[in-house]
């Protein structure tokens, strides 16, 4: 049996274009949570992220400029009771809704599809994160045949492991149309230190595409937790 190929941070620098990446694991005794955003247009590069109560929201940098809000506005990273949602689109919102109903985030994510931003058919892909153990599920919604036809649904579910996390991304690369992410998410090693954590994931993305990026360190015992948030047009 092959075993486990487990990559390092600083692997993202192998790709110019992820799109849309979450990263969930653990450090040796803390939950870890990445989450960024890439951008070719400058619609997509107007944008920073801020933290707002318990959640993390975007809004666009330059407010007078004109922005098409859709698939690009939205929050990325909720919390709903002991568990923590990350996604990159509304279906954050889909997620939250569904759990407070009693529902499942697997229910939730049944009702959503790619988004509808053809040639492209960018997939959604979401993370529900257990506050309590650490364990974590994921999920991206894709196109099947790059014609919009159908919608394919894959759930991947994972113990917390020590100082390893789980990659998942919107893209395979920087092309035209954008090739959709493909397999399993990728295991990384992560280090216990949060500013390395940050530094390493912002350092190795790539210079001219990268945007924002939310990382988040969680106490499980306590629920306290770090933040700190990178914005390329704003100088970090």
Not at 16 to 37: C, E, H, M, P, Q
Not at 86 to 95: E, P, Y
Not at 166 to 181: A, Q, R, V
Request: aromatic share 12%.
């Amino acid at each position: 049996m092959n075993k486990t190929h487990i990559n390092e941070l600083s692997y993202l620098a192998s790709n110019d274009y992820w799109g849309r990446g979450i990263l969930i694991g653990k450090t040796s005794n803390k939950i870890a949570v990445a989450y960024f955003i890439m951008g070719r247009s400058e619609n997509s590069r107007n944008r920073i992220f801020y933290q707002e109560d318990d959640r993390v929201a975007i809004a666009p940098y330059d407010k007078d400029a004109e922005i098409d809000p859709t698939l690009i506005i939205y929050y990325p990273i909720k919390i709903n009771g002991k568990n923590l949602i990350v996604t990159n689109g509304d279906q954050t919102d889909t997620v939250d809704e569904f759990l407070s109903k009693g529902l499942t985030f697997e229910e939730a994510l049944r009702t959503r599809c790619f988004e509808p931003d053809a040639p492209h058919f960018t997939p959604r892909i979401s993370a529900l994160l257990s506050l309590v153990d650490g364990s974590y599920k994921m999920s991206i919604l894709k196109d099947s045949d790059g014609q919009g036809t159908d919608c394919h649904r894959y759930f991947f579910e994972y113990p917390s492991r020590s100082n390893h996390a789980h990659f998942i991304h919107t893209y395979e690369g920087n092309d035209s149309p954008l090739p959709t992410f493909e397999g399993e998410p990728k295991l990384v090693s992560i280090p216990d230190s949060f500013e390395e954590f940050g530094e390493t994931i912002w350092n190795s993305l790539n210079e001219d595409n990268k945007i924002s990026l939310c990382t988040m360190m969680i106490n499980s015992e306590t629920l306290e937790s770090e933040v700190k948030i990178y914005n390329k047009r704003m100088g970090d």
